[in-house]
């Protein structure tokens, strides 16, 4: 009985870590994300004012 509680108790703490290893691989993902999008706006309004600053 003491190796289950002890098993259970293992598998919980793991348990708990492995959340917690996804939820900030989530966060980076989304500050990843966040860059992206941020780059590509700053790119097309550079592109629109080199289109636009030609004329």
Known sequence: ???LQIFLLAAIILGLSSCQIVGDIFKAGVGVGVFIVVAIIGLII???ARIGGGR
């Open 1 to 3: 009985m003491k190796k």
């Open 46 to 48: 550079f592109l629109i």
